[in-house]
């Protein structure tokens, strides 16, 4: 079983409609990120969190919300989602400590907003 | 500019032949140096971790970090037609505001072709 998931895989909306993208991990790491990837620019941090009550904004948190649940759940809102979030979507987690740069992928999220 | 830059490619290979990558940055407070590999449709996965300068190997694949340069590479060894993927490298700092933020470049795309 896949270590960290992402619901759903795929999902289309219409502008303006908010959205949920859910992310679970059974790592039992304390940290998990949210990234975009646009073709050709990498991955963009969105949000990150180092624990349930420690969230940060990433260098693309415009018209992104976020909410840790538990240790285990990290969810994205796209509270009016516009065209230009078209976009793949992946959640990461990390341990903390000398390993927190290595951080491990779901599959991602191929989100389309028409 | 990009604080890291990475050729898009396509790169096309032979089967069995060296695959040459590498990334360029700007940013001298990286000292943390990841690649990632991404097949179609899934999340990146983590292929080599290194710190600071110097050469890591693994089995095929040896990363090299050329701080002074601000320059990374990773060679793949007897390419295989499996090792077609995207490669992403990824970069980040001790910072601890920066909250272990991985900085990536574009990726590029290598076809090995039996």
């Known amino acids: 079983d896949a270590d960290v998931t992402q619901t759903p895989r795929n999902r289309i909306t219409k502008t303006g409609k908010r959205i949920m993208l859910e992310c679970s991990q059974t790592?039992?790491?304390?940290?998990m990120y949210w990234y975009r990837q646009d073709p050709g620019l990498g991955l963009q941090l969105i949000y990150y969190?180092?624990?349930?009550?420690?969230?940060n904004k990433g260098e693309i948190s415009d018209g992104y919300s976020v909410s840790r649940q538990a240790q285990a759940k990290f969810s994205l809102s796209l509270e009016s989602a516009i065209p230009n979030q078209t976009a793949l979507y992946f959640c990461?987690?990390?341990?903390?400590?000398?390993?927190?740069?290595?951080?491990?992928f779901g599959p991602g999220t191929r989100l389309t907003v028409l | 500019q990009k604080e890291v830059e990475q050729d898009p490619g396509p790169l096309s290979v032979p089967e069995g032949a060296i695959v040459s990558l590498n990334c360029t940055y700007s940013?001298?407070?990286?000292?943390?140096f990841m690649w990632y590999r991404q097949y179609s449709r899934k999340g990146p996965e983590l292929l080599m971790y290194?710190?600071?300068?110097g050469n890591k190997e693994d089995g095929r694949f040896t990363a090299q970090v050329d701080k002074s340069s601000k320059y990374i590479s990773l060679f793949i060894r007897d390419s295989q037609p499996s090792d077609s993927a995207t490669y992403l490298c990824?970069?980040?700092?001790?910072?601890?505001?920066?909250?272990?933020?991985?900085?990536f470049g574009g990726g590029t795309r290598v076809l090995v072709k039996p």
């Open positions: 290194t710190y600071s300068s």
């Open positions: 969190s180092f624990d349930v009550k420690d969230i």
């Open positions: 790592k039992g790491h304390d940290r």
């Open positions: 990461a987690t990390s341990d903390s400590g000398p390993y927190a740069n290595e951080q491990f």
């Open positions: 990824a970069m980040s700092s001790m910072i601890k505001a920066a909250g272990n933020k991985l900085t």
């Open positions: 940013n001298s407070a990286f000292q943390y």
